[in-house]
Structures are given as structure tokens and as C-alpha cells.
């Protein structure tokens, strides 16, 4: 079984604080993916990185930033938390050319 | 970026019975997939759709690749109260990089026992 795990399920922060959510897989896999859920807006995706040391934007980067210095670890970066990054973050994983995605269980982030 | 239409947003229904649930495009979609998560967790993936036509059933799941490949659907029958949750339709359409996916804006469905 694809395995994707997230370092936290619930993540409490203040605004201005730099925050790290990690996100390692164990199946190899050469994509990975950041999302953010929000009621009534679905899935949109932030970064995805298809190589280590490689990223691209998604369709909402702004206010983020990725990381990616092993194949099995994709970390999303929140410089300066601010109110409006309160979401439930997904992380997800594909291998090479294959379409379907394999999600972690999500960081549900709250910044006050 | 390119948007699925995912209807109904939300549904009630009584245990036991069927439920429906579509996506559109008005895009070519090569690949089609559907998702359900549960409440607190990740999305897990149900069935994935490949060629035009295609149908798939996974126990009392079936899905289906519309013929115009701009649109799938996913029927449950007889549900029951753990079929609770949201699913997501998912596709990645014709040009898009290889490793994008669409989503639609998922589907909330209770079951009342």
C-alpha cells in the first residue's frame, strides 16, 4: 500500500510565524503535491515538484514556498503565517507518468 | 486553470437506497478519477477511468468515462451509513502537464440509517 504521511494532523499558530508542514512518502514515487481544502472551494493546488531540487507553482503559490532535498520528502513553507492560511492542507503523491494521486491525511492548520 | 462542474453539491438520502453523482468539463479529459474522503482524513481513491466508454465497478461502486470524455459519473447503490463522506471527481485533461490533476468541488453525501 502507497503510504503518505503528514508530521501533523492539527497545527496551531499565531500570525507572522514561519510555519513547516512536512510530507514524506514511502512508494518512490517522483511527484508530489500540496493542496489546500476550503469549504466550498475544493482542492487547489499550491506547489507540486516532479524531481528532487525541483517545484513548480500550482495555482495559488502566493504567501508559499516548497522544498524538496530527498525524493521521499516534499515540505510546504508558510513565511509569514497570516489568517487567511487557516486550511486543511493535503499532500499527495504520484508516480512518474501515472495521473492518480495518493493523498496523506491532511494538517488542519488554524493561525490566529 | 481548467474547472469541473461537480453536481449535486450535497445530498441526503435514506440507507439503503442509490445515489448519482456526475462531473463536466468543458474540456477533453484524457484520465477520470473519483475520491471519497472521510470526515478528517485525506481523500482515497475509489476507481480511476482511462478510455472513453469505460465503465468500472468496484463493489457497489460504478463509474463511468463519457463517451465525450468531457464528463464521468459515479453511482453507489444501496448505501449504507459509512458511505457518509465527500467525493471528489478528478481529471486531468488534454494538456495539461503529465502530472496535474483537476478536481471538482466534491460531492457531500449523508445517510440517514
Known amino acids: 500500500d502507497v503510504k503518505v504521511t503528514q508530521s501533523s494532523r492539527y497545527l496551531v499558530k499565531r500570525t507572522g510565524e514561519k510555519v513547516f508542514l512536512e510530507c514524506v512518502q514511502d512508494?518512490?514515487?517522483?511527484?508530489m503535491f500540496w493542496y489546500r481544502q476550503d469549504p466550498g472551494l475544493g482542492l487547489r493546488l499550491i506547489y507540486f515538484s516532479y524531481d528532487v531540487k525541483m517545484k513548480e507553482k500550482g495555482d495559488i503559490p502566493e504567501g508559499y514556498s516548497v522544498s524538496r532535498e530527498k525524493k521521499e520528502r516534499f515540505s510546504l513553507i508558510l513565511e509569514s503565517a497570516s489568517t487567511n492560511q487557516t486550511s486543511m492542507y493535503l499532500c499527495?503523491?504520484?508516480?512518474?507518468?501515472?495521473?492518480?494521486?495518493?493523498f496523506g491525511p491532511g494538517t488542519r492548520l488554524l493561525v490566529l | 486553470g481548467q474547472q469541473l462542474n461537480q453536481s449535486p453539491q450535497s445530498m441526503f438520502i435514506q440507507e439503503g437506497e442509490d445515489v448519482s453523482m456526475n462531473c463536466t468539463s468543458s474540456s477533453i479529459f484524457n484520465t477520470w478519477l473519483w475520491y471519497k474522503q472521510d470526515p478528517g482524513e485525506g481523500p482515497v481513491l475509489l476507481i480511476a477511468l482511462y478510455k472513453a466508454g469505460e465503465l468500472t465497478s468496484n463493489g457497489r461502486l460504478t463509474a463511468q468515462f463519457g463517451i465525450t470524455r468531457k464528463d464521468s459519473f459515479l453511482n453507489i447503490s444501496a448505501s449504507i451509513p459509512s458511505d457518509v463522506g465527500i467525493y471528489f471527481c478528478?481529471?486531468?485533461?488534454?494538456?495539461?502537464?503529465?502530472?496535474?490533476?483537476?478536481f471538482g468541488k466534491g460531492t457531500k453525501l449523508s445517510v440517514i440509517p
Open positions: 478528478a481529471g486531468q485533461y488534454t494538456g495539461a502537464g503529465s502530472y496535474q490533476l483537476t
Open positions: 499527495a503523491s504520484s508516480h512518474g507518468q501515472e495521473e492518480t494521486q495518493y
Open positions: 512508494m518512490d514515487h517522483e511527484n
